[in-house]
Structures are given as structure tokens and as C-alpha cells.
């Protein structure tokens, strides 16, 4: 028989005793029969050197487990964050949108021209502001006197 590349499989516990000795990786000839629960029983809840395990870990699988666990926690805590609520917000007065927004959308739905950070904003037309990643847009001056302005504000 030809040497096998792969390196042959000795799984022991924390005493060294066998729990399964097998052929080479991928070769089954000469494996004894042990299924996964027979080795993680074996094993047990043992930790790896000398390190305590995972919360959200158990036995020998367990250690994918609690790294899951982490991973997840972790992902769910950086999407916290990212919950947006849009606020709608007609005004016919003048004011300002504190800094602050991810988004600001803005159409003169009135008779009349306003203005919106000091330019004139004719009647009937719209505008989108927007900021990308973690950045924010600053303050928004607007004065819709005479004429009616909607706003949608994302925060």
C-alpha cells in the first residue's frame, strides 16, 4: 500500500487514553467505530488549555457554539444603532432642522417660492439631502412663510 499523504487520527482525553484511532484522513481502513456523541462524551466540558469555556458553550462542539453566540451578541449590538425612525414634518413658518440627520427629504407642495439654506425654493420642487456611513448632516435653514413646506427627516 502506498503511504497516504493525510496524517493519521488519534483522538485522546484529558488523560491520554484513546478515544478513537483512525486510518488516515480520509481513508476509513483501520477506523474503530466511534460516533461524535461517544467522543464528546469522553471529552466532556473539558477546557481547552486551560482556558474557562465560552458562555453559550458545551463539550467538545461547544466551543463553535459560544463563538457563534459571541459573534452574534456582538452583530446584534452594532445593529442597534442602525434602527432609524423617519420623522414627516409639514411647516408654512421658518426654522431649522438641527444637525444631526441621516436623511432629509424637502418639497414646497404651496403657492409660493421659500427658501432653504438661504436660496430661493420654488414652488413645486423637492430636494434630498443625505449623509453615508456614520456621518451626519449639520443644520438646515428653511423658511416657508407664505407657502407650505413637507419635510421627511431620518435621525
Not at 414627516?88 to 421659500?114: C, F, L, R, W
Request: proline share 5%; with cysteine.
Amino acid at each position: 500500500m502506498a503511504p497516504s499523504p493525510f496524517q493519521k487520527v488519534n483522538i485522546v482525553d484529558e488523560n491520554g487514553e484513546f478515544i478513537f484511532s483512525g486510518g488516515s484522513l480520509g481513508n476509513t481502513e483501520g477506523a474503530s467505530e466511534a460516533t461524535l456523541t461517544e467522543i464528546r462524551d469522553r471529552l466532556g466540558s473539558q477546557p481547552i488549555n486551560g482556558a474557562a469555556m465560552p458562555a453559550g458553550g458545551d463539550g467538545l462542539l461547544g466551543w463553535l457554539s459560544a463563538i457563534w453566540c459571541l459573534i452574534n451578541e456582538r452583530l446584534s449590538d452594532l445593529n442597534q444603532g442602525f434602527s432609524l425612525e423617519p420623522i414627516i414634518m409639514p411647516t408654512d413658518s421658518s426654522g431649522t432642522i438641527t444637525a444631526g440627520a441621516k436623511s432629509v427629504a424637502v418639497a414646497n407642495h404651496g403657492n409660493s417660492d421659500g427658501l432653504l439654506q438661504g436660496e430661493v425654493f420654488p414652488a413645486g420642487a423637492s430636494v434630498e439631502f443625505g449623509a453615508e456611513g456614520r456621518d451626519t448632516l449639520k443644520e438646515i435653514t428653511y423658511d416657508a412663510t407664505g407657502t407650505k413646506f413637507l419635510f421627511a427627516i431620518v435621525r
